[in-house]
């Protein structure tokens, strides 16, 4: 049994790989605590890696399900660093009672858009599949491996984001960090059509289609970027400096309409 929240489709692409009928984290969510109860020889959870560790959807999906298995195992797709996610994923196990067998890290097209060009992570060969085809192995020999960062890592990740927030700083002239919690990472342009995509891929059922044009009501946005690289007349704008406003991105084996069935809160 495999569960996923994906924005862009790396996880799902992951999670259908690994179990052709993954379970959709935001359509879960949707029903009460007692249906939430599973029970499988294996489960897998499979999610985007945001900051190094779960996004929101995932950790309330783990706090307010019942999983029972003998092996349980986390996989977060990553674009650039899996950073302090087995740690992450083994702090919050512990505090439910779980016992967290495997987090393995799949490296992926990274989508966070401040930071990366999509185009040249386009370019890079990740090598997807053999790292899919180790992970399968692992999982079939229930293979137990949960590498946490070590003192020296935890030091050199403090060193480069310190190093990233002064450049940062540097280049806002000193003023402070914008606030980009609950939606106010992006803006909508005049390109909108009104189609409701967005509405549809959000996770947490933010938008409204107001006289023609997407309306965000701020809500609970986690910031997944789900709206933003699936709209299909690119009218979004990060608030921030962005690598590249022209290309977005949806893992090419995963269908607008897959995101839609996964997300829609509706
Ligand atoms: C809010 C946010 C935070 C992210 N943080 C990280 C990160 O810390 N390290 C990293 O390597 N990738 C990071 N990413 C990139 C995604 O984890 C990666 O592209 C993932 O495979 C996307 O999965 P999805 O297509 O299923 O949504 C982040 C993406 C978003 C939107
Ligand atoms: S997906 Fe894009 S075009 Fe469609 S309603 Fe949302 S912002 Fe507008
Ligand atoms: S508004 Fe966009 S970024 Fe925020 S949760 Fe919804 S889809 Fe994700």
Same mark, same amino acid.
Do not use: W
């Given at each position: 049994?495999?569960?996923?929240?994906?924005?862009?489709?790396?996880?799902?692409?992951?999670?259908?790989?690994?179990?052709?009928?993954?379970? *959709?984290?935001? !359509?879960?969510? %949707? &029903?009460?605590? @007692?249906? $939430?109860?599973?029970?499988? +020889?294996? =489960?897998?959870?499979?999610?985007?890696?945001?900051?190094?560790?779960?996004?929101?959807?995932?950790?309330?999906?783990?706090?307010?399900?019942?999983?029972?298995?003998?092996?349980?195992?986390?996989?977060?797709?990553?674009?650039?660093?899996?950073?302090?996610?087995?740690?992450?994923?083994?702090?919050?196990?512990?505090?439910?009672?779980?016992?967290?067998?495997?987090?393995?890290?799949?490296?992926?097209?990274?989508?966070?858009?401040?930071?990366?060009?999509?185009? *040249?992570?386009? !370019?890079?060969? %990740? &090598?997807?599949? @053999?790292? $899919?085809?180790?992970?399968? +192995?692992? =999982?079939?020999?229930?293979?137990?491996?949960?590498?946490?960062?070590?003192?020296?890592?935890?030091?050199?990740?403090?060193?480069?984001?310190?190093?990233?927030?002064?450049?940062?700083?540097?280049?806002?002239?000193?003023?402070?960090?914008?606030?980009?919690?609950?939606?106010?990472?992006?803006?909508?342009?005049?390109?909108?059509?009104?189609?409701?995509?967005?509405?549809?891929?959000?996770?947490?059922?933010?938008?409204?289609?107001?006289?023609?044009?997407?309306?965000?009501?701020?809500?609970?946005?986690?910031?997944?970027? @789900?709206?933003?690289?699936?709209?299909?007349?690119?009218?979004?704008?990060?608030?921030?400096?962005?690598?590249?406003?022209?290309?977005?991105?949806?893992?090419?084996?995963?269908?607008?309409?897959?995101?839609?069935?996964?997300?829609?809160?509706?």
């Amino acid at each position: 049994m495999v569960f996923y929240f994906t924005a862009t489709g790396n996880s799902l692409y992951i999670a259908r790989q690994l179990d052709p009928e993954p379970l *959709s984290i935001p !359509q879960l969510l %949707k &029903k009460d605590d @007692a249906e $939430l109860v599973f029970s499988d +020889e294996t =489960i897998g959870i499979v999610y985007p890696n945001f900051g190094g560790s779960q996004p929101p959807v995932v950790r309330e999906f783990m706090k307010r399900a019942v999983l029972k298995t003998e092996y349980l195992y986390m996989v977060p797709t990553f674009g650039f660093r899996a950073g302090t996610s087995a740690d992450t994923a083994k702090e919050l196990c512990d505090s439910l009672g779980l016992k967290l067998s495997l987090v393995r890290g799949l490296f992926m097209v990274d989508n966070y858009l401040p930071n990366f060009d999509i185009a *040249s992570e386009l !370019q890079m060969d %990740k &090598k997807v599949e @053999a790292q $899919l085809a180790a992970l399968r +192995e692992d =999982i079939a020999s229930r293979k137990e491996e949960v590498i946490l960062m070590t003192e020296e890592e935890k030091e050199e990740r403090r060193r480069h984001i310190a190093e990233r927030r002064a450049k940062q700083a540097a280049e806002r002239g000193g003023k402070p960090a914008p606030d980009l919690s609950h939606g106010k990472m992006f803006v909508i342009t005049d390109v909108c059509i009104g189609c409701g995509t967005c509405a549809k891929v959000c996770p947490e059922g933010d938008y409204e289609i107001v006289n023609g044009r997407a309306q965000h009501n701020g809500g609970f946005c986690m910031n997944c970027l @789900a709206c933003v690289h699936n709209c299909p007349v690119n009218a979004f704008r990060l608030a921030v400096p962005e690598k590249n406003p022209e290309a977005r991105y949806r893992n090419p084996g995963v269908g607008l309409s897959e995101i839609i069935a996964a997300n829609c809160r509706r």
